[in-house]
């Protein structure tokens, strides 16, 4: 009965791979987010979708496309992954307008 | 850009006393949240307070919000170990579509 899951938890991959990253929200929410946290601990907005719709784009390298199959799911897919991508990926959701997000225990992505 | 500016960056307490955290923003806000991030897990709300708010209470949680000052004060009253954590405030969410964070306080509880 997980609200907001994500797969896989960890991933360690060579320079120069492609990875996807999957999350899924149970919650009935419209609206789900990509953040990405640093090893300092930074967590910065990535991506944001509304009803499957990209809302917002933060200044995120064309090597990241999201995908949003049905309001439930937001995938990340990373092309060419450079050793400053490792970090920790964080989905999130929320109602339409809910200022409050709900995030899943994130992704754990070592490039070497 | 980064809004929410934490203090300290790491606090260290016995079981029991009290924990205070400081958050400090740039723009102006409709409401500001705090966020509670145990080692290796994902981010859980705590609490939110509204700009018209000043003061607002979640059992052993206090958040003050002072928007004249652009701050806001997190406190822990009778701390426990469970509450080692890193605790960020943020702001936006709504129909702005994104939280910005603040850095984050490393909070250490020793038992």
């Known amino acids: 009965d997980t609200a907001v899951s994500q797969t896989p938890k960890y991933l360690v991959t060579q320079m120069g791979n492609d990875k996807s990253i999957k999350c899924e929200q149970n919650?009935?929410?419209?609206?789900m987010y990509w953040y990405k946290q640093d090893s300092k601990k930074f967590l910065k907005i990535m991506f944001s979708?509304?009803?499957?719709?990209?809302?917002i784009n933060e200044t995120v390298p064309n090597r990241f496309s999201p995908k949003s199959p049905d309001k439930a799911h937001l995938n990340l897919h990373i092309n060419s992954l450079e050793l400053g991508d490792s970090a920790v990926y964080f989905c999130a959701s929320s109602p339409t307008s809910g200022e409050t997000q709900y995030f899943g225990p994130g992704t754990r992505l070592l490039v070497l | 850009s980064q809004q929410g500016e934490e203090d300290p960056q790491a606090l260290s307490i016995q079981e029991g006393e009290n924990a205070t955290m400081n958050c400090s923003y740039k723009t102006s806000i409709n409401n500001l949240q705090w966020y509670r991030q145990n080692s290796g897990r994902g981010l859980v709300h705590l609490i939110l307070i509204r700009s018209n708010e000043r003061e607002k209470h979640s059992g052993r949680l206090r958040v003050t919000l002072d928007t004249s000052k652009k701050s806001s004060s997190l406190l822990i009253t009778a701390s426990r170990a469970a509450d080692t954590a890193s605790y960020f405030c943020a702001t936006g969410g709504g129909s702005n579509y994104k939280l910005t964070f603040g850095k984050g306080t490393l909070l250490t509880v020793n038992p």
């Open positions: 979708y509304n009803n499957k719709e990209l809302i």
């Open positions: 919650l009935g929410h419209d609206t």
